[in-house]
């Protein structure tokens, strides 16, 4: 999904979900993953490539069909598609399970409280009960996942406190070989108060690198 600038409502810009998570870390995880991959002699850039392959091509078909459009086949490889199509198949099977059915789908909203904003892949609905609904291409679930998650319905819930989030689910592609995966959380309160917090301290961040600059 491309960077989004995201404003408030006096046109000041403020940071996305991701933006916010990401300063926490920084960019000490890709650095190491670069390093050691130039320690066993493989060219990051080879493997960051290959790392998106399948994986991501079942991502982008879920994508494609939670918004009603054609998946555009055609720029895939057959045996990358093949591992795609067999993790799509299982997001098929889940869904038809699941019986969720999808109420917004990339939105975008923009928190006036918190100034913050960020894109939701989909909310979800089940009957009376709504959900946020997060695609992954990873090899594992990770704290800022739900995080982020959590974040998503704070803006949910600025915009609509009559309806509220009554759970979690991220759907997770393996990188490689496109392994499907549901994760499912009923409440994330500890990661909604880390992603405030968090956002607190990214202001502090800012603050202080404009010092020691």
């Not at 650095?31 to 960051?48: F, K, P, S």
């Not at 709504?130 to 319905?153: E, F, I, M």
Request: hydrophobic share 40%.
């Amino acid at each position: 999904m491309p960077t989004q600038d995201y404003k408030t409502k006096d046109g000041k810009r403020v940071p996305g979900v991701t933006t916010v998570i990401g300063r926490r870390r920084e960019a000490e995880g890709l650095i190491y993953w670069a390093w050691d991959c130039g320690r066993q002699g493989i060219d990051y850039r080879e493997a960051r490539d290959a790392a998106a392959s399948a994986g991501t091509i079942a991502h982008a078909m879920v994508e494609a069909h939670v918004r009603g459009e054609p998946f555009d086949r055609s720029k895939h490889p057959a045996d990358l598609l093949a591992g795609a199509d067999s993790a799509f198949r299982a997001y098929l099977d889940w869904r038809e399970q699941s019986r969720l059915e999808p109420v917004a789908v990339e939105l975008s909203l923009v928190s006036e409280a918190h100034r913050f904003g960020g894109t939701m892949d989909m909310v979800l609905r089940k009957g009376d009960v709504l959900y946020v609904g997060d695609v992954k291409t990873s090899n594992s679930l990770y704290y800022d996942h739900l995080v982020q998650v959590a974040a998503y319905a704070l803006l949910w819930e600025e915009y609509h406190p009559d309806q509220p989030i009554r759970g979690y689910h991220i759907l997770r592609f393996a990188k490689s070989h496109a392994d499907f995966a549901h994760h499912y959380f009923a409440e994330l309160d500890t990661a909604r108060r880390m992603f405030l917090n968090m956002r607190q301290q990214y202001d502090m961040i800012s603050e202080l690198k404009k010092r020691a600059a």
